[in-house]
Each structure stands twice: as structure tokens, then as C-alpha cells.
């Protein structure tokens, strides 16, 4: 049954290859964006230590499945990076990570804008009126899922950004940042770190 199946799902494949192979149209960036895609498709299949290697980060980071960096050659990233699924780090403008920083889940980091291009009515292929702006995210940091970084903010250490922010302007070492734009609601001291101690304590202990 399952043979028959198959046989008859054969045309119906092969009509559906025909159709993309003739919608290709081949340029030196279509072939570098196609061995990107390549990539990315086949990197499902890896862990998240082999998928940050396959990336070309530290041994000691993690990449989950879906996440997206664009240009990570102009990526510099530090030990024990977390990356979480659907994750999209836009590294054109120059992405710096440092040690022990994790990005949650759908945060998106951005380091260029295409504004101008638009505005210009100059939206091209090729990126003559983008604007790139390096973006640092420092040591110790935690930006919590679906957050936005816009493009040449910096988060000073330990800066926590948390949910559903939007990231305009640099964030102070260990500032809680929320909202959109986000805005400092608290500040990173030992107390709230005993906090945190003094609830995991409690977590192994139940």
C-alpha cells in the first residue's frame, strides 16, 4: 500500500521540482542566499552545540533549531553564548555577544536599517542605501523572548531586557529594562540576586 502511495506521489513531486527549478534565477547572491538556506535546512538535523560549531562560535555555545544569524562572519561572540529558537541576529553592522549572554526565544537584534531606501523609493537588491550600525549586547546579559534590539544600541553587563521590549537607546551594566521603547524599571544589585539565590534554594530543597 505504502509502495503504491509513493508511486503515485512521484509525478506529483517531480511536477512540484520542475516548478521550483524554473522559478530560479541564478546570480552570485542567489548562489550565496541558496548555500545559506542550504545550510540553515540541513542544520535542523544537528544539536544546539553542533549547530553554534557549524556557525563558527566557541565550542561552549548553544544554538537552537530556527534560529537565524545573517552575516556571521561579522559576528564576535564570546563563551557560553545560549541562542534560542527563532532567534534572528542580524550581524551586517557588526554583532558583538559577550561571555554567559543568552538571547531568548524570538528576540530579534538588528544592525541595519534599509529607512533611507525606502524612503528614497531605492529598495534594490545589493543595499546601496543601507545604513549598518554595530550592535553590543555585553557580558552577562539575558534578553528575554520576543524582545527588539534596534540597530547600535548597547546593553552594558548584566543588563536584563525582559519580554516583549523594544531597545532605542543604550541600556546602563546591569539595568532591567521594559516596554516599548523600554525604559529601566529596576537595577541588578545583590539584593536582587539574593532573591534569586535565596528561590533556588528553595526550588532544591522542595
Known amino acids: 500500500m505504502l509502495d503504491d502511495f509513493l508511486r503515485r506521489l512521484e509525478p506529483r513531486i517531480e511536477a512540484l521540482m520542475q516548478e521550483v527549478l524554473a522559478a530560479q534565477v541564478d546570480s552570485e547572491r542567489n548562489r550565496a542566499l541558496r548555500r545559506d538556506i542550504a545550510?540553515?535546512?540541513?542544520?535542523?538535523?544537528?544539536?544546539?552545540?553542533?549547530?553554534?560549531?557549524?556557525?563558527?562560535?566557541?565550542?561552549?555555545?548553544?544554538?537552537?533549531?530556527?534560529?537565524?544569524?545573517?552575516m556571521p562572519d561579522r559576528l564576535v561572540c564570546g563563551e557560553h553564548v545560549w541562542i534560542g529558537?527563532?532567534?534572528?541576529?542580524?550581524?551586517?553592522?557588526?554583532?558583538?555577544?559577550?561571555?554567559?549572554?543568552?538571547?531568548?526565544v524570538g528576540v530579534y537584534v538588528w544592525t541595519h536599517t534599509s529607512v533611507l531606501a525606502n524612503?528614497?523609493?531605492a529598495n534594490h537588491p545589493g543595499g546601496a542605501h543601507v545604513i549598518r550600525r554595530p550592535t553590543a549586547i555585553g557580558k552577562g546579559c539575558y534578553v528575554v523572548g520576543h524582545a527588539v534590539l534596534n540597530p547600535g544600541v548597547t546593553l552594558g553587563d548584566g543588563a536584563i531586557v525582559l519580554p516583549m521590549s523594544v531597545v532605542t537607546?543604550?541600556?546602563?551594566?546591569g539595568a532591567i529594562v521594559a516596554g516599548a521603547p523600554a525604559k529601566p524599571i529596576s537595577q541588578v544589585d545583590e539584593a536582587f540576586v539574593a532573591g534569586l539565590r535565596a528561590e533556588l534554594q528553595a526550588q532544591r530543597s522542595g
Open 85 to 104: 529558537e527563532h532567534a534572528y541576529l542580524d550581524a551586517s553592522g557588526g554583532l558583538t555577544l559577550g561571555d554567559h549572554a543568552t538571547i531568548g
Open 39 to 70: 545550510l540553515r535546512f540541513l542544520a535542523q538535523l544537528l544539536t544546539d552545540d553542533e549547530r553554534a560549531r557549524l556557525l563558527g562560535l566557541p565550542a561552549s555555545c548553544r544554538v537552537r533549531e530556527n534560529a537565524k544569524i545573517l
Open 119 to 121: 524612503l528614497m523609493h
Open 169 to 173: 537607546h543604550d541600556v546602563a551594566p
